[in-house]
């Protein structure tokens, strides 16, 4: 009953907001503070024990701050609907995913392999590539996606790199894909125009995917096929069809979030929401795939958006914390504390950053939290650095942070996937490209976008 209340709480939270960001009314703040405290409430019970201690620490944390500065009400209910967005962007960005799991997809990018991909380090690029290509698209279900795709061979899909590949792929399009929470959390939090953060982005993930490749390139033999081509059944004029749609679809897809995002006042925060709820079923009408949208629809509302419960309540708190943050610390001595890192040069800024968040994940928090609260403070600090450049470096250390703590949702996924101990999947196998990433994009963000 309790998991009927929360969908339920979940999607009215949805419409709550969508409403108060078009029309305005005077009362929807209130009722989207009271909605989105009551989805923080009824969630709580469901996430992890540990999930649980820091969420009520930063919540005590977040509601001390807010007190000793003397706060009202109105203030209290502002804190607790300040993450509201991003709750709702979680929630309905599910549904965006439905067209790009046809089946039909998956077999054609079968076939694409088969006919297209000669050498293993043809296919361990290319995997990376299609790892991220479906993340921009599906966030954290591309990895078995990916995996599905490339089982076909089943000696590869047992490779001790292919984990890496997937991983790396992946993790790079959270530096710029608007279907990542990471990007549209970073996007509230420096008030920064995504168009603004998408070629900067898109030119840091390339750098990611292509050194993780370089990385491992003496590490790959070219000793085997690829695919046995009669293991698909799926004719070449299918199989180009099927692409060709897959890629319209795609670009469909970012040309209308482009296009909203830079001819309407709206954000991300908005625009994906809305296309997550729309695009699937114009989809739907265009392919008439009617019963697809059906059955994945009640995968959705009876097992997808149930499972939703530790991200709601973290990113709810966080931004709960905050937003207490930023309004307590400008009468707190912290301020001149954080001055004194005004000196920093921007590449050691930016690293330091990076390895901040990479520490904090490693020992438990979610780089949301430490992300949220670092930028909290910063936005006290009179540091001359730009928006996007703050934007970067938080992403940056996000995304390093994602591949390599053994607590992510991400390395969990691809650990049971793998059958392989998240630690060995995650930190052990990349610490090193982890590293080397932090200070390649400590150096192009300080030098480039400062």
Request: hydrophobic share 55%; charged share 10%.
């Amino acid at each position: 009953m309790l998991h009927a209340v929360r969908i339920i709480l979940c999607l009215t939270m949805v419409f709550a907001y969508l409403f108060q960001v078009f029309l305005k009314h005077p009362i929807a703040p209130t009722v989207v503070s009271i909605l989105t405290a009551a989805v923080i409430l009824v969630s709580f019970p469901y996430i992890s024990r540990v999930n649980r201690v820091v969420s009520s620490l930063l919540f005590i944390a977040g509601t001390y701050f807010l007190f000793a500065n003397g706060n009202s009400i109105s203030a209290y209910l502002k804190a607790i609907r300040s993450n509201t967005g991003l709750l709702s962007f979680f929630v309905v960005v599910p549904i965006l995913s439905i067209p790009f799991r046809f089946e039909k997809y998956q077999q054609a990018l079968k076939m694409f392999y088969n006919a297209n991909i000669k050498s293993k380090k043809q296919f361990y690029l290319f995997t990376s590539v299609i790892s991220y290509f479906f993340s921009a698209l599906v966030n954290v279900a591309a990895i078995p996606i990916v995996l599905e795709i490339v089982s076909v061979n089943t000696q590869l899909a047992k490779d001790r790199i292919l984990p890496k590949v997937l991983l790396r792929g992946f993790t790079a399009s959270a530096l710029w894909a608007p279907s990542f929470l990471s990007v549209a959390l970073v996007l509230s939090l420096t008030n920064v125009d995504w168009l603004e953060l998408l070629p900067p982005g898109l030119f840091l993930s390339v750098v990611f995917v292509l050194f993780g490749w370089i990385l491992e390139f003496n590490n790959i033999t070219d000793n085997f096929n690829i695919f046995n081509e009669d293991s698909l059944d799926f004719d070449r004029k299918s199989y180009t069809k099927y692409i060709n749609q897959l890629l319209i679809t795609f670009i469909l897809l970012f040309a209308s979030i482009i296009f909203f995002n830079e001819y309407t006042s709206y954000g991300i925060l908005v625009i994906v929401p809305i296309a997550s709820i729309l695009f699937p079923l114009l989809w739907t009408i265009a392919t008439k795939q009617k019963q697809f949208f059906k059955n994945e629809l009640q995968q959705y509302i009876h097992k997808k958006l149930p499972d939703v419960k530790n991200e709601l309540v973290l990113f709810g708190i966080a931004g709960y914390i905050g937003h207490a943050i930023s309004q307590y610390s400008n009468s707190s001595k912290v301020f001149e504390f954080l001055q004194s890192l005004n000196t920093l040069h921007p590449v050691i800024f930016s690293f330091l950053i990076i390895i901040i968040i990479i520490a904090v994940a490693l020992i438990g928090l979610h780089p949301l939290v430490s992300v949220t609260t670092l930028a909290a403070l910063l936005s006290t600090l009179n540091h001359g650095f730009s928006n996007v450049y703050l934007a970067l470096t938080y992403l940056s250390g996000y995304t390093l942070a994602v591949i390599l703590s053994p607590f992510s949702a991400t390395i969990l996924v691809t650990s049971g996937l793998f059958k392989i101990s998240p630690f060995k999947i995650g930190l052990k196998a990349n610490l090193i490209y982890s590293l080397l990433c932090a200070l390649i994009s400590s150096l192009c963000i300080g030098i480039f976008f400062f």
